[in-house]
């Protein structure tokens, strides 16, 4: 089993910063894409922004410029960096990790329990 592991979240007031972490454990032999997305109450899930193992990156149009993806590959780990943030951007935030666990097993696609990010002053 894969177990992904979100912290970071939290309350912060308009044009503030925030980065919140992902850490993937468990059986792993290795991990493609990761990634991060947002999904509000009544609406779709959103991609906010996706990283591949070589680190070619992917943002959603509302945040490019302003947020920022990276991996630690020896960690296993995510991060966002999320700056000049909005109201709007309020929301659970996701990890999402396409991981192969074992060397002849096909690739599969873990979430993890959402993280809380609320933008108010």
């Known amino acids: 089993q894969v177990q992904l592991v979100e912290s970071g979240g939290g309350l912060v007031q308009p044009g503030g910063s925030l980065r919140l972490s992902c850490a993937a454990s468990g059986s792993i032999f290795s991990i493609n894409d990761m990634g991060w997305y947002r999904q509000a109450p009544g609406k779709q899930r959103e991609l906010v922004a996706s990283?591949?193992?070589?680190?070619?990156?992917n943002y959603g149009n509302s945040v490019k410029g302003r947020f920022t993806i990276s991996r630690d590959n020896a960690k296993n780990t995510v991060y966002l960096q999320m700056n000049s943030l909005k109201p709007e951007d309020t929301d659970v935030y996701s990890c999402?990790?396409?991981?192969?666990?074992?060397?002849?097993?096909?690739?599969?696609?873990?979430w993890g329990q959402g993280t809380q990010v609320t933008v108010s002053s």
């Open positions: 990283i591949t193992n070589t680190g070619s990156t």
């Open positions: 999402n990790a396409v991981v192969r666990p074992f060397i002849r097993s096909i690739e599969t696609s873990y």
